[in-house]
């Protein structure tokens, strides 16, 4: 009787053994995870699937992974991922790799070295990733595979990524590879290698023909890198050309409405077409003053001043050239309120667009809550656009829905003060946030740095200003340079250095304010010859700090009252 109905078994038997078998190198164990993943760094497997699913499915993991359906492609792809089937982990890895978060990052890193020694072409996807985390080893270990990926088999993304690697930490490129590796790229003209030389003449400005290098690369890879048209529309203004200025803002918004340029792309965008200072390399660094008081203006005789005699008791050096503020309150009073911030100053920098701005932003402003936080970011900024756009609830709706940019630009909407009440707590609250973040840690940083600089919460707290902007100096956020060149030079609660303030006002000057060069020299005219040794020396050790990939070496700046 049993033999009878042993064929009725064999469909169903089959069936169930057809949802593993559609790879071509099936595992040696079922039950294992990979040998290049422990227990416990693999990921946590997915609950088990509901019986109406049956059992995992390569394919449907796969197309669910492409549909970027996170829930079901893990249920079907993680049993077979653990039990090292490599269509499986890489479909896991690649998946995790489109999202943003550090626990999806490191996911898809641990799934990308468990298929490695399958897929060993998957080492360049890998690397880009390790980049992505900036630890200190993973850089590490992306420059080996990214070096390996070059030599062994010419891989044009590896080259590219050493190009990145070489350009953001300088002191890996012991052998002096990257004049060589940048002629490569220039003589292939390809896209993987014209992205890396775009982005690494975006940020060396002292490179010979650096600006024109950048703009023929822009103009022949416009298509495969849309942050290129932030580039040309910036060249399109410095020449006065409106009408180059509207064929491009026009074209990136077309090609935004296809998708085809990115929503950071479009806010930049409406940056430049109102940013007063030009020679800023990345329209995301202009900042406006914090402070009620002309931080950038120069006063004829600062040293004259009260505030200037009291400094010059305590202190080896006088302020230079920057206007002090008013003494400090006495502790255990109460402070005056902050006066009101003036009006919103119409953008005075040259050929600035203000009705081209307004048509970037409001393609923005219709969009998901991304580009709505991204458009009311770019009006706390220059509050004299969209006048008729209520920032504030767009803000408060992009935090509900966990917009990364939205606490940056709320703890600057209550710092500035000009599209509502001016409230250094709730500033305080938000930058706080903020700094967490990686997107916006810099820039969080620098606002941070600017509130306790200018004494909004109560009274000046140098040391707190120092450490903020230092840190956000040293990750690549141009302006904080300018913060502290005029927090050293100003003695604003602090004891002038001459010495720290020329050091910044040289970092800071090539892309810094006409007022910041004129600081630089007047700066030169008070240091003597051994003051100026010292801060070549100074020089070499802050920019060992800043290229450094673990971040931890440090200048003798300690505090804000010493003297190096």
């Not at 489109?98 to 690397?127: C, G, N, T």
């Not at 005029?486 to 970092?507: M, Q, T």
Request: negative net charge; charged residues 20%; proline residues 10%.
């Amino acid at each position: 009787m049993i033999l009878r109905f042993r064929h009725l078994l064999l469909p169903p038997l089959l069936l169930a053994g057809a949802a593993y078998s559609q790879t071509a190198a099936p595992p040696a164990s079922d039950t294992a995870a990979p040998a290049s993943m422990d227990a416990a760094t693999a990921p946590t497997p997915a609950a088990p699937a509901k019986k109406a699913r049956g059992l995992p499915d390569l394919a449907r993991g796969q197309q669910a992974a492409v549909e970027n359906r996170v829930d079901d492609a893990e249920r079907d792809l993680q049993p077979l991922a653990r039990r090292g089937w490599t269509a499986a982990q890489l479909a896991l890895a690649r998946l995790y790799s489109q999202q943003d978060s550090p626990e999806s990052i490191a996911k898809a890193i641990r799934w990308y070295r468990a298929a490695l020694p399958q897929s060993p072409l998957e080492d360049v996807a890998l690397a880009r990733l390790l980049l992505r985390q900036a630890s200190a080893a993973g850089i590490d270990e992306a420059q080996r595979l990214s070096q390996s990926a070059y030599r062994q088999r010419d891989d044009l993304e590896a080259l590219a990524l050493l190009i990145r690697i070489y350009a953001e930490y300088p002191d890996r490129d012991r052998a002096h590879d990257l004049p060589t590796l940048a002629a490569r790229a220039e003589a292939l003209d390809r896209y993987e290698s014209n992205l890396a030389l775009i982005r690494w003449y975006r940020t060396t400005p002292l490179l010979e023909d650096h600006a024109g290098k950048l703009l023929r690369l822009c103009k022949r890879s416009l298509a495969s890198a849309p942050e290129c048209y932030v580039d040309l529309l910036r060249d399109a203004r410095n020449r006065g050309d409106h009408t180059e200025m509207q064929t491009l803002t026009a074209a990136a918004i077309s090609q935004y409405g296809q998708q085809r340029v990115p929503v950071d792309t479009i806010a930049s965008l409406a940056r430049a077409l109102v940013d007063d200072n030009l020679d800023t390399e990345d329209a995301d660094l202009s900042a406006p003053p914090v402070s009620d008081v002309p931080e950038d203006e120069t006063a004829p005789s600062a040293a004259s001043d009260a505030p200037a005699q009291v400094l010059a008791t305590a202190c080896a050096q006088l302020p230079v050239g920057v206007a002090l503020p008013p003494p400090l309150p006495v502790p255990g009073t109460p402070p005056p309120p902050p006066p009101p911030p003036p009006p919103a100053p119409a953008p005075t920098g040259p050929n600035a667009d203000p009705d081209l701005a307004n048509q970037a932003l409001r393609r923005l402003l219709d969009g998901d809550a991304r580009a709505r936080a991204l458009g009311a970011g770019v009006i706390v900024r220059y509050p004299f656009l969209a006048p008729d756009v209520d920032v504030p609830p767009i803000l408060q709706s992009a935090q509900k829905a966990r917009v990364d940019e939205a606490p940056l630009y709320l703890g600057e909407l209550y710092l500035l003060g000009q599209r509502t009440p001016r409230d250094p707590q709730a500033a305080l609250k938000w930058l706080q946030q903020a700094v967490t973040h990686a997107v916006t840690a810099n820039q969080a940083d620098f606002f941070l740095g600017r509130l306790y600089q200018y004494g909004y919460l109560d009274e000046v707290d140098a040391d707190a200003a120092r450490q903020h902007l230092l840190k956000a100096a040293r990750a690549g956020f141009l302006p904080a340079n300018s913060a502290l060149a005029r927090l050293y030079s100003a003695g604003k609660g602090v004891c002038p250095n001459h010495a720290y303030a020329y050091l910044f006002a040289r970092l800071g000057a090539p892309s810094g304010s006409p007022t910041l060069k004129t600081l630089l020299g007047q700066l030169q005219d008070v240091m003597t010859p051994d003051d100026l040794r010292a801060v070549d020396m100074l020089m070499q050790r802050e920019l060992a700090a800043r290229h450094s990939s673990t971040g931890d070496e440090q200048i003798a700046i300690t505090r804000t009252g010493e003297r190096s």
